[in-house]
């Protein structure tokens, strides 16, 4: 049993304001695996203040010193990533070669990134007699999710600390276990008190105050594309930057080629990852409509394969988060039959044999239409919807037509034809036969958020830009 109630506040763990807990629910036992302290605006204002206090010093640290800190970080990571994994495991269910392997990996593969774009960044560029300077922002909030724990924390917390920023971080109180273990790693790490501060809570507790403090000078907040709209009316008054990763509902353009089985089922095993938890994910599985019956014969077959159990062992997929993430989904998994898509394979209900745990089976719907709720809603579990499409310029109007715009994936054997396909897909990440890249920005249009991050990317938006005219002579200048 896992207990954190202290919060890592001026390079201390400090008692919370309040005497107030959350449980934590392990999502494959449905029993308390642990609790956390649950914070307030009183805590949120003690953790701002050390950030400010640490602001000065840490803003003027040279990109040398800062490169210097982030490698401690990355060495005691190193050490740490089995704690992390199992904190991963324990908290969300990830299994474990997916908590130990791609979850850690990318903290990891992001905290490396961040140390070699630092090397390299440009922070001063004079353009004639003007000098054109990058400075940190300031105080940052940062509001993480519960479906990727880790990724979300570093692609945040690096990219501020790289660019001279302080940070107040808030993880979801649905799997805070990998902040605590994170916090301890900064700590160990050496990282200067005040430049880095932990405080666990929700929403109302914690992260109403900290996007509305006068103190903190930015938000950078990933989750739902409701809590989102809240964070940016709360961060209004004080006129804050606001970076916002929120909703998806993916569309994955299966081109009609010789390798269109293949692809159907990568996106198929691409969708049940982390148990559907992904806002990035290949949701709306687009296929020529004369081969929707090979789609779903392969659709059919790669799903059943998806097996489904106990996190510690060696399933390939875990329980959703909770038991309101499991009802949610359950709920629109009935929603897709009521109004009359395929149900492929799945449904509701638990997987075979499971009597416990938010065990979701792999469900895959097909002859979905785009104003069906499954096509349109992000379900953020293991489902697919298979629609049909007539032509190319078809596929990319049905992938359009959503107000979402997060990321986008193409698969397909000519490279040229996914090239040109994935330029007319609306939105900040598209994917062409399941590339990935640290270095590329990840970010949304539309009601899927603003901002970006990932890379060089992430750094810019923890930076203000300001120009100082007349720096040197007109004449040293011309010459």
């Given amino acids: 049993m896992r207990e954190y109630v202290k919060f890592y506040i001026g390079g201390q763990w400090t008692d919370p304001a309040g005497a107030g807990t959350f449980e934590v629910v392990n999502p494959a036992t449905e029993e308390v695996c642990g609790k956390v ?33 982030l490698q401690n970080i990355l060495d005691v990571y190193q050490k740490r990533a089995g704690d992390l994994a199992a904190a991963l495991t324990e908290e969300m269910g990830a299994p474990a070669a997916l908590a130990g392997g791609f979850q850690v990996g990318l903290g990891a593969g992001h905290l490396s990134t961040a140390i070699a774009v630092l090397k390299d960044f440009v922070f001063e560029e004079r353009r004639g007699a003007t000098l054109v300077v990058k400075e940190p922002i300031g105080v940052c909030g940062l509001i993480t999710p519960w479906n990727w724990p880790m990724n979300q924390i570093a692609v945040k917390v690096f990219p501020a600390l790289a660019t001279g920023c302080t940070t107040v971080l808030k993880p979801s109180e649905k799997s805070p276990f ?16 005040g430049v880095f501060n932990l405080v666990q809570g929700d929403g109302p507790g914690v992260g109403v105050p900290l996007a509305g403090h006068a103190d903190v000078d930015m938000i950078s907040f990933t989750g739902s594309t409701r809590a989102g709209i809240d964070i940016a009316r709360n961060a209004a008054p004080t006129v804050k930057r606001v970076t916002q990763e929120l909703g998806g509902k993916s569309p994955n353009i299966v081109l009609d080629d010789e390798a269109f089985a293949e692809n159907v089922a990568k996106g198929v095993t691409a ?21 929707m019956d090979e789609a779903i014969a392969v659709a059919r077959q790669t799903a059943s394969g998806i097996t489904v159990g106990d996190p510690q062992g060696d399933f390939v997929m875990g329980p959703v988060v909770s038991g309101a993430q499991f009802e949610k989904i359950q709920a629109l998994i009935q929603k897709g039959i009521d109004e009359g898509a395929t149900l492929v394979t799945g449904g509701t209900g ?42 190319v310029d078809n596929a990319v109007e049905i992938a359009n037509d959503t107000e979402y715009g997060l990321a986008g994936h193409v698969a ?68």
Wanted: charged share 25%.
């Fill in 271 to 291: 969708m049940m990852g982390n148990s559907g938890q992904t806002c990035s994910a290949p949701s709306r599985m687009l296929v020529p409509a004369a081969r």
């Fill in 412 to 479: 397909g054997a000519d490279l040229e034809k996914a090239r040109a396909v994935a330029r007319r897909i609306r939105a900040g990440w598209v994917a062409i036969n399941d590339a990935f890249d640290f270095g590329c920005p990840f970010g949304g249009y539309k009601k899927s958020g603003n901002g970006r991050e990932w890379g060089e990317f992430g750094f810019h938006e923890y930076l203000e830009t300001k120009g100082i005219l007349g720096y040197m002579p007109e004449a040293a200048s011309s010459g």
């Fill in 350 to 391: 638990r997987p075979d044999g499971l009597e416990k745990g938010y065990y979701v089976k792999p469900t895959v719907f097909a002859r979905v239409t785009n104003d069906m709720t499954v096509a349109r809603e992000e379900i953020f579990g293991p489902v697919v919807t298979i629609l049909g499409y007539d032509s």
């Fill in 37 to 69: 302290a649950l914070g307030s605006a009183a805590d949120v204002d003690r953790a701002v203040a050390a950030a400010r206090r640490a602001f000065p010093d840490w803003s003027t640290t040279t990109g040398e010193e800062r490169v210097e800190v």
């Fill in 178 to 193: 990998t902040g605590q273990v994170f916090a301890e790693i900064l700590d160990a790490a050496g990282v200067p008190a």
